[in-house]
T-cell receptor, first 113, second 115 residues
Framework: GNSVTQMEGPVTLSEEAFLTINCTYT??????LFWYVQYPGEGLQLLLK?????DKGSNKGFEATYRKETTSFHLEKGSVQVSDSAVYFC????????????FGSGTQLTVLP | GAGVSQTPSNKVTEKGKYVELRCDPI?????LYWYRQSLGQGPEFLIY????????DSGLPNDRFFAVRPEGSVSTLKIQRTERGDSAVYLC?????????????FGNGTRLTVT
C-alpha cells in the first residue's frame, strides 16, 4: 500500500538557520506530493505541492522537489523564522481510483529567537 | 468565502454513548473527506464522499463508525457505543473535485474525548 515516512522530530533551530525535513514515500504509479502545515491552534493548511517528477513546489520561502528516483520530497527553507514554528506533514495522493491523502506522522519544528 | 466548518469543536462523552460530528464543507466542493488524528500522529483516512455517495469507506475502523452526506453538502460522522480508544481529533476536509492534484481544505477539527 501507500505510505509516507518523514523525519522524526522534534526539531529545534535558531532563527535564520537552514531547515531540512526529510520525507520519503512508497506508492504505485505517479502520486501527487504535498506538504501541509499545522500552526498552533489552527487547522491543517496546504504549504506546497508537486504533481509530477522533478516538479518543485514552493511557498513562503519553503521548497520541495519531487524526486522519483529516490522517492523523496524533502522540505527545505534557507532561513527559518520564529513564525515557522509548527508541525509539518508530508503527504501523498495516489493516482487512479484512490483519492485520499496518506500522511506521514508529522515533524514538530520549533524556531528560537 | 468561509472555510470548512466543524462542530462541535470539543466533545466529551462517556464510554458506550453515541456521538455525531458535523462538517460543513466549502460551498461548491463536491469531494468531502473524514480523517482521524491521534496525538502525535498524522491524520488517518476514514471515508471519502463524492457528492452524496461514499466513494471509499475503507478507512472506517469498524461498524460502529458511519458517515452520511444526504444532500451532497453537510456531512455527519456517527460513532456508536464509543470506546476510550476513539478519543482523537476528527478532521473534515473538502476539495473542488476528486483529482489527485486538487488540494484538500481542512477544518479545525472536533476533539473527541471518551471518558
Amino acid at each position: 500500500g501507500n505510505s509516507v515516512t518523514q523525519m522524526e522530530g522534534p526539531v529545534t533551530l535558531s532563527e535564520e538557520a537552514f531547515l531540512t525535513i526529510n520525507c520519503t514515500y512508497t506508492a504505485t504509479g505517479y502520486p501527487s506530493l504535498f506538504w501541509y502545515v499545522q500552526y498552533p491552534g489552527e487547522g491543517l493548511q496546504l504549504l506546497l505541492k508537486a504533481t509530477k517528477a522533478d516538479d518543485k513546489g514552493s511557498n513562503k520561502g519553503f521548497e520541495a522537489t519531487y524526486r522519483k528516483e529516490t522517492t523523496s520530497f524533502h522540505l527545505e527553507k534557507g532561513s527559518v523564522q520564529v513564525s515557522d514554528s509548527a508541525v509539518y506533514f508530508c503527504a501523498l495522493r495516489a493516482s487512479g481510483s484512490a483519492r485520499q491523502l496518506t500522511f506521514g506522522s508529522g515533524t514538530q519544528l520549533t524556531v528560537l529567537p | 468565502g468561509a472555510g470548512v466548518s466543524q462542530t462541535p469543536s470539543n466533545k466529551v462523552t462517556e464510554k458506550g454513548k453515541y456521538v455525531e460530528l458535523r462538517c460543513d464543507p466549502i460551498s461548491g466542493h463536491t469531494a468531502l473527506y473524514w480523517y482521524r488524528q491521534s496525538l502525535g500522529q498524522g491524520p488517518e483516512f476514514l471515508i471519502y464522499f463524492q457528492g452524496t455517495g461514499a466513494a471509499d469507506d475503507s478507512g472506517l475502523p469498524n461498524d460502529r463508525f458511519f458517515a452520511v452526506r444526504p444532500e451532497g453538502s453537510v456531512s455527519t460522522l456517527k460513532i456508536q457505543r464509543t470506546e476510550r480508544g476513539d478519543s482523537a481529533v476528527y478532521l473534515c476536509a473538502s476539495s473542488p473535485g476528486g483529482q489527485s492534484n486538487s488540494p484538500l481544505h481542512f477544518g479545525n477539527g472536533t476533539r473527541l474525548t471518551v471518558t
